[in-house]
């Protein structure tokens, strides 16, 4: 890591966070394969590290990568967007330290204590057992804690420093990011409440504040990258806000359909739903409107004299991830959201593989993608290049890692499909239905091409993590 | 300015965003207090009244619980305590739970918190889904405790040796690796008796819970055909 | 919403006809999801080809192309409604979301050109608007 080009300390902070949230990537598709063999040979790792273990660490490490990418890709942009160092960047990096040692504590106490008594004490020390905020309790302190400084720094920069449209959003989204939460950390003996407020963390993170989260990273990238017109990208971000929260808060309701909340769920989910893949199409177009805007100005520019047009993207593995994120945000979230959401549909498909066809493609394609454009915007400024070109490993890289969480995509919802017509529509969600579904020669053949999928995304990971790691040198860029 | 409008000023969209977004989050706060209001978890005296709740009070584990078809609804509803023959419950039909049928308020809240405590100390839902949510790699409990498979004529009585379907269902979690019925089996997690009786009364508990009709025809069609 | 002995399902026998049926027949499921699926990536096609239209990558012909895209759309909807046989509030938000979808591209393309244009007046030489 000689010859460094960052001069800015909260840059070099947003290096740290990147580089283990790629580590932590890396461990979800561990984890993920692992899961992946279980419904191939479920004798496989049996009584070791249990499918209910493997997946606890492929759905946590998911959105614990997640979420320091999002740290990292903030701490990013602030010196950009305020024109200062960050504020308190000595408080960051502590709590980046108690950030991965919890993490690794945690992830030790998953892997060797696995479960515990029914307790209090299990709760508080080893597990929390509810979906994707399964860490114990004392750890939900401490992500507050990490949150509370992470907002802290944001914000004592944001106010001191140039406030942009960027920056505002971002201190709004990520107030409310921290805030909820707080209501995923209390025990009730009543699992519809239980239910109920958990969503409030699953939903409003991923359908509402990292939604609008995207939006702001790709407005900087957009400005970044191609030299988008600032007042256009952020009038933008405005209308997307307006647009994602508008449909995302009270899309809330496609999840109380079937938890014990009342009918009238049925109808608010059914119509925000509808109008949740408004914005994702919008921000398609939006994507295309500028590039085309700018692309368009350089062609028609007088300074260009060398025969052939230039192209106006500084970072083009960045912006291939970039650009993927506006699809993936479109098919994951639009269309393989879309396909299940109204109740008369959901009622069949709620809880089978569909949802995990969704939620692969989904988080893929809203969320991974656009991290690791970040990833290649850090690779880029760390390195002091100019315009930054794609290598014969970026390019497969992508090409294997969209390749194969598409295939998984596919494989899950033909796998979703047997279950919805055999377990569900025609032998009525009982157990011995739900393994005739399991058994069915269309599900076991699915399941397979959903891990042959899974190895092809995980090699691309590898080629990525070789490429992020090596690129920086590499002659082709200019600098 | 040519072209100054409401339409491409900034502010606008600003407040709009803003506008909009409290409006939201403030619709959702009002449905959450009519919502908490109506999911709050109902008492012993409530059962004895007859007064139904979408969750029951946990002595609701001292009454026979089936899951049938509302008229009026239009999709099948818990009936708890036998049918009045429309769909609603009478709150009479009492059944015996590990050999009692008058379990206290007090005893039936330990045991109904013990399980809760389980299921979320054993990661039940990383692998089964309840109320639909979770993981797919085995069946959704949501009903479980009305699945015919532990019913008097279901297989899970027979294998564990058991006479009850509350007996059957505590020595399978306690000793699952013992009676699989397929190759993908659940692995011992430790359950104690204790525990394993309160997860029993948890999954009683949850297959009274007013879901909106999920799962639909639950038990009640036999014989795939196709897709296999 | 009672549906007795409404539907004919090929694929069950063994059915006590006093049964409440599915409200979604067997065979329906596949063009369910295939049509709702279709939904968005035929509006995801009208939204795109109206918006190269508009900044000049494809010939304004094409539009014709979009619109006929857009038909597929609220087509598309109609089938996926009308199979999920959803209610009367179900069907008014479907109508409402086709029509969203018709107006968006017009609306995002009419503002991102108007604040375009009126900034391409106000902050020429100055980068980026920083």
């Given amino acids: ?479 | ?228 | 919403m009672l549906t007795v002995q409404k539907y004919y399902f090929k694929g069950i026998q063994m059915i006590d006809p006093a049964m409440i049926r599915p409200e979604i027949a067997l065979n329906d499921f596949l063009p369910i999801f295939v049509s709702s699926a279709l939904v968005l990536v035929f509006g995801g096609v009208y939204v795109g080809i109206y918006t190269a239209v508009k900044v000049e990558f494809l010939k304004p012909w094409a539009i014709i192309i979009a619109y006929g895209f857009w038909t597929l759309t609220a087509y598309c909807l109609y089938v996926m409604g009308s199979l999920m046989h959803v209610g009367s509030f179900t069907a008014k938000a479907l109508v409402v979301a086709a029509i969203g979808l018709f107006i968006l591209p017009f609306a995002v393309y009419y503002m991102e050109d108007n604040v375009h244009k009126s900034n391409e007046h106000e902050t020429q030489g100055e980068e980026n608007g920083k």
């Fill in chain 1, 1 to 479: 890591m000689a010859n460094n080009h960052l001069t800015s300390e909260s840059k070099q902070l947003a290096t740290w966070y990147l580089t283990f949230a790629a580590i932590l990537f890396g461990a979800q598709l561990l984890f993920g394969l692992i899961a992946a063999i279980q419904y191939v040979m479920p004798g496989f790792l049996y009584g070791i590290l249990d499918f209910s273990i493997a997946r606890i660490l492929h759905i946590n490490a998911l959105v614990v990568w997640m979420v320091f990418a999002m740290f990292g890709s903030v701490y990013w942009l602030l010196p950009d967007e305020t024109g200062i160092e960050t504020i308190g960047i000595k408080a960051g990096k502590l709590v980046y330290w108690i950030f991965v040692a919890a993490i690794v504590v945690v992830v030790l106490v998953f892997l060797l204590i696995q479960v515990g008594p029914a307790s209090d004490t299990t709760i508080w020390f080893i597990t929390e057992g509810r979906e994707y905020i399964e860490a114990p309790r004392w750890a939900d302190f401490g992500i507050v804690v990490v949150a509370l400084t992470f907002v802290g720094n944001l914000f004592l920069t944001g106010m001191k420093g140039k406030q942009t449209g960027i920056v505002t959003v971002l201190m709004a989204d990520m107030i409310a990011f921290a805030g909820l939460y707080l209501a995923g950390m209390f025990f009730t003996d009543n699992i519809s409440v239980d239910q109920y407020w958990w969503w409030w963390v699953i939903h409003l993170w991923v359908e509402a504040t990292w939604e609008v989260f995207v939006g702001a990273i790709a407005a900087y990238g957009l400005i970044t990258m191609i030299g988008a017109h600032r007042k256009v990208v952020e009038m933008w971000l405005w209308i997307e806000v307006a647009m994602l929260f508008g449909s995302g808060i009270l899309g809330m309701g496609h999840h109380y359909f079937w938890i014990g909340t009342p009918e009238y769920w049925w109808e608010i989910g059914a119509l925000f739903s509808a109008l949740e893949p408004l914005p994702l199409v919008a921000m398609f177009v939006h994507v295309l409107y500028d590039w085309g805007k700018t692309q368009g100005a350089e062609m028609n520019s007088e300074h260009t004299d060398e025969g052939h047009v230039k192209s106006v993207i500084k970072n083009k593995p960045a912006f291939t991830w970039f650009v993927l994120n506006a699809f993936g945000n479109f098919l994951g979230a639009g269309v393989w959201g879309f396909f299940h959401t109204l109740p008369q549909i959901n009622l069949y498909t709620h809880g089978t593989q569909f949802t995990s066809a969704h939620g692969h493609l989904a988080f893929f394609g809203a969320y991974a993608t656009i991290l690791v454009g970040m990833m290649y915007l850090a690779v880029q400024g760390k390195n002091g290049i100019k315009v930054m070109k794609n290598t014969k490993a970026s390019i497969w890289a992508v090409s294997m890692i969209t390749g194969g969480v598409m295939g998984m995509t596919v494989a899950l919802t033909i796998a979703g499909y047997v279950q919805v017509i055999v377990s569900r529509a025609q032998m009525g969600a009982t157990w011995a239905a739900y393994f005739d579904g399991q058994g069915g020669a269309w599900f076991t053949q699915a399941m397979d091409w959903r891990l042959i999928m899974g190895v092809i995304t995980f090699l691309g990971f590898v080629l990525l993590a070789k490429d992020l790691l090596t690129t920086g040198k590499n002659p082709v860029h200019e600098r």
């Fill in chain 2, 1 to 228: 300015m040519a072209n100054k409008s409401v339409w491409n000023d900034n502010r606008f969209w600003r407040r709009s965003a803003t506008w909009v977004t409290g409006f939201a989050s403030i619709l959702l706060i009002w449905l959450t207090f009519d919502t908490s209001a109506q999911i709050s978890m109902g008492t012993n005296e409530d059962l004895q009244n007859g007064v139904t709740k979408r969750v029951p009070g946990p002595t609701v584990i001292n009454y026979k619980i089936t899951y049938e078809m509302s008229a009026k609804r239009g999709h099948e509803v818990p009936v708890i305590g036998g049918n009045d023959g429309k769909g609603n419950s009478l709150f009479q039909e009492k059944e015996k739970f590990f050999g009692r049928d008058d379990w206290s308020e007090k005893e039936a809240r330990e045991m109904l918190h013990l399980g809760k405590l389980g299921s979320q100390a054993k990661n039940c839902m990383d692998c089964h889904t309840l109320l639909g949510n979770g993981a797919y790699y085995a069946p959704d409990l949501t009903k479980a405790w009305l699945d015919p498979a532990w019913g008097p004529n279901g297989t899970m009585q027979a294998i564990t040796n058991k006479p009850t379907k509350e007996e059957a269902m505590a020595e399978f979690l306690q000793h699952p690796e013992l009676y699989a019925t397929h190759a993908r089996m659940m692995p011992n997690l430790g359950i104690t008796k204790e525990e394993a009786i309160g997860l029993v009364a948890f999954l009683k508990h949850m297959s009274s819970i007013d879901t909106n009709g999920f799962p639909r025809n639950f038990g009640k069609m036999k014989g795939a055909i196709n897709g296999k």
